[in-house]
């Protein structure tokens, strides 16, 4: 069974950070592409970051690039999100997705999730 495991969530002030990671149990790790997501109270689940197979492309939504940045270790099973300069608006459930030998931006194209870390910045 394909498991993903998020880690790392949880209150920090305004201007602060954060590292989540993602643990996964996927044999072939190295060939999955790997995205997180959040989802605030009563919105959509929105892209957030993405991350290639081969660690050597990357994308970012417009509302964290320059704050976050994703990063791999395949040899851990591991991809990370350090998150600095936290926002208010930034707080959410955190979801890294994975898909093999895929690359989105949207989270239809991702067929394994795992099960959330709370993200929550203080004012």
């Known amino acids: 069974q394909v498991q993903l495991v998020e880690s790392g969530g949880g209150l920090v002030q305004a201007g602060g950070s954060l590292r989540l990671s993602c643990a996964a149990s996927?044999?072939?790790?190295?060939?999955?592409?790997i995205a997180w997501f959040r989802q605030a109270p009563g919105k959509e689940r929105d892209f957030v970051t993405a991350i290639s197979w081969s660690g050597g492309r990357t994308d970012y939504a417009d509302s964290v690039k320059g704050r976050f940045t994703i990063s791999r270790d395949n040899a851990k099973n591991t991809v990370y999100l350090q998150m600095n300069s936290l926002k208010p608006e930034d707080t959410a459930v955190y979801y890294c997705?994975?898909?093999?030998?895929?690359?989105?931006?949207?989270?239809?194209?991702?067929?394994?999730w795992g099960q959330g870390t709370q993200v929550t910045v203080s004012s």
């Open positions: 996927l044999r072939t790790f190295s060939s999955y592409g």
């Open positions: 997705a994975a898909r093999y030998r895929g690359y989105y931006t949207y989270k239809s194209g991702y067929d394994i």
